[in-house]
């Protein structure tokens, strides 16, 4: 199974900065993703990165306040924007395997905003 | 929309208890479903994974069911240990790898 790395593991931050959180994986993966956990809550997905080209988006998340980056098939970035203590979640990081049939996920990196 | 319900929100046992946590999903039409342990603050740990031609998978004191037909699973877990105290999450992947989570189960064992 592949394995991911997550950057930072936590970070507190003001209200209107930005966060970048990078996802490295330890071998080419065609599929990666982003998940938002809000306090008390389950999963959400974000977007599903894609090498090359823009991100998709599912809907209530758009490109400005979750900028995506996949420059390459083992990472990608994604950036919280002007955030607000809403933002307040644990974000993680997934990536595809066996066709698109298994998903393994990073650490997670907590946000607190202050 | 796939929706994954799981039941109880929370549970509580005694160390030694055996224990069944259940899932269900409103879209029988999956091709897999996987049970996830997720720690306080951290990332999750994938547990078991039923293709959607399985009706059981099992890992140590771990065993999960699924019922596609029914829409339901269950995860077993005999003589239930304080390691492992935790949020259990059922997840059905369905579409194109769209993984729909439930919103798991607290489980607390305590010594």
């Known amino acids: 199974s592949a394995v991911i790395s997550q950057k930072p593991s936590r970070d507190i931050c003001q209200r209107g900065t930005s966060l970048t959180i990078q996802c490295q994986v330890d071998?080419?993966?065609?599929?990666m993703f982003w998940y938002r956990q809000q306090p008390g809550q389950s999963l959400t997905l974000i977007a599903t990165?894609?090498?090359?080209?823009?991100?998709?988006?599912e809907s209530g998340f758009v490109i400005d306040k979750f900028p995506i980056s996949r420059p390459n098939l083992t990472f990608s970035t994604l950036t919280v924007s002007n955030l607000s203590p809403e933002d307040s979640s644990i974000y993680l990081c997934?990536?595809?395997?066996?066709?698109?049939?298994?998903?393994?996920f990073g650490a997670g990196t907590r946000l607190s905003v202050l | 929309k796939q929706e994954v319900t799981q039941i109880p929100a929370a549970l509580s046992v005694p160390e030694g208890e055996n224990l069944v946590l259940n899932c269900s999903f409103t879209?029988?039409?999956?091709?897999?479903l996987q049970w996830f342990r997720q720690d306080p603050g951290k990332g999750l740990t994938s547990l078991l994974l039923?293709?959607?031609?399985?009706r059981e998978q099992t890992s140590g004191r771990l065993n999960a069911s699924l019922d596609k037909s029914s829409g339901r699973s269950t995860l077993y877990i005999a003589a239930s240990q304080p390691g492992d105290s935790a949020t259990y999450l059922c997840a059905v992947l369905s579409g194109y790898s769209t993984l729909t989570f439930g919103k798991g189960t607290m489980l607390l064992v305590s010594p």
């Open positions: 039923i293709q959607s031609s399985q």
């Open positions: 071998s080419q993966v065609t599929m």
């Open positions: 997934s990536v595809a395997e066996g066709g698109g049939n298994i998903q393994y």
């Open positions: 879209d029988s039409a999956i091709y897999n």
């Open positions: 990165a894609n090498q090359g080209s823009e991100a998709t988006y």
